[in-house]
C-alpha cells in the first residue's frame, strides 16, 4: 500500500461517527494527510478503503454546487481517489 496513506487518528474516528459514519475494523480504514473529516457523512465502509483528500467544490447542473467528499453510501473495498464526489450511493 502507499505510504502517502495513513491511519485514522482516534480524533478523526470520533468526528466520523459524530458525522453518522460507521465502521466494524476502522484499522481498515486509511487516509492521505491533509483528509479532513468534515466531508464525510452518513456513510459505512467495510474491508479495506483508502481515502484520499476533498479540498474541490463542483458546479453540477442546475447550478447545484456540491463538495467534493463521501455522504450517504456504503463503501466496501475502494480506493477513493482526491477530489471526488460519492453521493447518495
Known amino acids: 500500500?502507499?505510504?502517502q496513506y495513513r491511519n485514522l487518528t482516534e480524533s478523526e474516528i470520533?468526528?466520523?461517527?459524530?458525522?453518522n459514519c460507521y465502521c466494524d475494523n476502522w484499522e481498515l480504514v486509511r487516509v492521505k494527510n491533509g483528509f479532513n473529516t468534515d466531508y464525510v457523512r452518513d456513510s459505512v465502509f467495510s474491508?479495506?478503503?483508502?481515502?484520499g483528500i476533498f479540498e474541490k467544490s463542483f458546479d453540477l447542473k442546475g447550478g447545484v454546487k456540491k463538495h467534493s467528499g463521501?455522504?450517504?453510501?456504503?463503501i466496501h473495498n475502494c480506493d477513493i481517489a482526491d477530489n471526488v464526489l460519492i453521493d447518495n450511493i
Open 1 to 3: 500500500m502507499n505510504n
Open 70 to 74: 463521501i455522504y450517504r453510501a456504503t
Open 14 to 19: 470520533r468526528n466520523l461517527e459524530s458525522n
Open 47 to 51: 474491508d479495506n478503503v483508502t481515502i
